[in-house]
């Protein structure tokens, strides 16, 4: 089915969004932009690390890297290379909900690069070699990123202690113990169970028209047999009764740091709350109002920096947290008393008319510019719709946006800023003696 | 094969221990008790709710209780009016590694109970009708054991906290959520995978001979298909780097309680140190040496009651706590001090010799105890094999505690009682006004 053509509600750029899909169940968007001869070519599949079976984190993490093998057609290792000898550039990630490859590339090479993706979504060849290897690479990079990092590693206890039961409390890039076992058998059972054009998103933004994008979508991704997709099943999340807290303790901490953060709504489970929290965070946090950091650093000497964010664009739940830097000699209970403090004021005294007009006015610039940009504008759609958002609710966004109310923001903070729902977690320095349990 | 009959290495009571492996892979343990004409019969499978698929928690309990539904030969609702008719009794349970089944009847009904639980083993017939009504009675017994219990959900709270990654963080009957959308669908997977001889260990206790049981055993389960079982994946534990803290208020809490645990081998994963954590808890809860309680209650009155406990029974890991109720105006936060005091100093001054030789004289002697009892000792035998425990480990248990020195048990605490490890629990009564995040 094509929908018309849908202009955004900006006057600053205009993109038209078009969408359709193909027989055999593969989603495809449309977002024009004639203003370089070049295009964003994006596929998006409905499979992250919230869908790896027990034992078996990292796994579509470490797919997302033999993917990039070689197929039948293409010989190990030469996929990206292709890419770059036609002036291309490509990369992919792997998230909670989803999995992305792409690639920016000039205009006449769209039908090269849909064709190489299509071969891989089905004809991926992954040789024994290449699983010890790339095994390697993932777990170097575990290490870079979170094993060597102290604030890395807080933040997956972090998580960890956020969720009760829910996948989303595990690192997408998985469990070092459980990386270290994973193989080829349980990177093929994810290709074969997940990667299908019927759990599939594409994304096409650039120079092009939809006609052109549906005749080669047709061509390369139409001839794709769909595949019966299992009923995904992910864990729920149980009432949350108890306020958690945690303390890590590490000699490598240059910087202590406080969190604080509650399970919250999505964009996905309740849209309304989720966009009246994404104006908290703003207060809070960003735009002109910077309640926080303003409390936090300028009155009250107390904090190097603090903010506030709200994390929505995710199938199950989202995420708001706080965190912040002590100062000096400020202790993170002291930190903590003080956002408590700020928390409470909030609770009780509420935002102002002014403080929402300017949230608005700040969320509404940044989605502005964020149409400026092919790329975002691509994981802009690629993600609402992967998540299970429909094109009308990123159409719509401003709408949206617009509508939130003073009384809808409080209703929300009032929602998710429960005690007994809260994490907060003390990032410290290691002292020889330890007074905290 | 059949392994020669073992003596235990107990004067007061020798109960004769034998083995045998069935052709389909069926092992069955057979305890000979001739003080009365009974036997207790069990069945145990290698399952239970660590190996529930995610999003289907209670899966392994609510299946326990639709294995009392009927087959083609058994009526619905019969099977343990059958056996009572017949002068015995049956039950079931369902634990994190393990579901058994078992009778307690007169000898000469041994062929009759095989029989059933030989049926109901491949034939279980679940009816529609009974899907609805067994998960409300699950709800409800969920209910009353749980949630209306403050005590009961600050128990899975907790356990949702000591566990970052493992399944034996989340509560056997399931969380409501998930047990709520349990089907037919569900538990006839989980049947039909589990379900089986090669998974499952017969324990026959009582006025018996090994050949006795062995002729009936090859009579009704020997005739039984094996099945492909499925390699059996769970999740990993990460480390554990941050000290973690609940605090749950509720306004129905009569006696607040401070609650402290830790992760820790168990008899399966390192027996030395398990053995050695037994007599620790011992030590610090129990017998005549009762440290903690004496320390808590009778010198600084702080407590009006107090322990420690191991729990090492487990395939994956097992768990070392504390916990205590404060007395009086004492607050959670000064028991504790007092606990982490208790603590600091086992771990500087150590045990005396004396300590350990009465903790080991106190278990030899439940040890003893317990095998006077026909049931006890079935079920001894039944959980140690199911988590992968072997016979040897249980006949030579004695020599194991024996074995133990002052240095295993303080190698075993410093291996265990690491505050970054510890998950602290607080159960309070509710104010209007929390000072507590």
Chains 1, 2 share one sequence.
Do not use: C
């Amino acid at each position: 089915m094509v929908a018309g053509a849908l202009p955004l509600g900006t006057a600053e750029s205009k993109p038209a969004i078009s969408d359709f899909t193909l027989e055999n169940g593969m989603r495809a968007v449309v977002i024009e932009d004639h203003r370089a001869p070049v295009v964003t070519h994006m596929v998006w599949y409905r499979v992250g690390s919230a869908d790896e079976p027990p034992g078996k984190t990292g796994i579509a993490h470490y797919l997302e890297h033999l993917m990039f093998k070689g197929t039948d057609k293409i010989a190990p290792g030469q996929f990206s290379r292709i890419i770059a000898e036609n002036g291309g550039q490509d990369n992919a990630f792997t998230s909670r909900d989803y999995t992305a490859y792409f690639q920016r590339i000039a205009k006449d090479r769209l039908g090269l690069v849909m064709s190489m993706e299509a071969d891989r979504m089905r004809n991926v060849n992954i040789r024994q070699e290449d699983i010890v290897a790339e095994r390697d690479v993932v777990l170097e990079e575990r290490n870079s990123r979170t094993d060597n990092d102290p604030a890395g590693r807080f933040r997956e206890q972090y998580m960890a202690a956020l969720y009760l039961n829910h996948a989303y409390g595990i690192p997408v890039i998985g469990w070092r113990e459980e990386i270290e076992s994973l193989d080829r058998d349980d990177a093929l059972e994810m290709y074969e169970r997940f990667y299908a054009p019927n759990n599939a998103i594409l994304i096409v933004a650039g120079d092009v028209t939809p006609d052109e994008v549906r005749a080669l979508a047709e061509e390369h991704y139409g001839v794709i047999e769909p595949v019966d997709l299992p009923e995904s099943v992910r864990a729920t999340e149980p009432p949350h009764l108890a306020a958690r807290r945690l303390t890590m303790r590490d000699p490598r901490v240059a910087q202590e740091r406080l969190w604080r953060g509650y399970i919250a709504p999505s964009y996905v489970t309740d849209g309304d709350s989720a966009a009246a929290l994404g104006l908290l965070s703003d207060i809070l946090s960003g735009g002109t109002t910077r309640r926080l950091p303003k409390m936090l650093t300028l009155e009250t000497d107390l904090a190097l920096y603090a903010g506030a964010y709200f994390s929505g664009m995710a199938r199950d739940m989202g995420e708001f947290a706080f965190y912040a830097a002590p100062k000096g000699e400020t202790t993170l209970t002291e930190l903590e008393g003080a956002l408590d403090w700020m928390i409470a004021d909030l609770l009780e005294n509420g935002i102002t008319e002014e403080e929402l007009a300017r949230a608005k006015k700040a969320a509404i610039a940044s989605e502005i510019y964020a149409q400026d940009s092919q790329g975002s504008l691509a994981r802009q759609y690629g993600a609402a719709l992967t998540i299970g958002l429909e094109l009308d609710d990123v159409i719509g966004w401003r709408d949206r946006l617009e509508a939130v109310t003073v009384e809808d923001v409080m209703e929300a903070a009032r929602l998710v800023l429960v005690p007994e729902r809260s994490v907060t977690g003390y990032l410290m320095k290691a002292k020889t003696e330890g007074a905290d349990g």
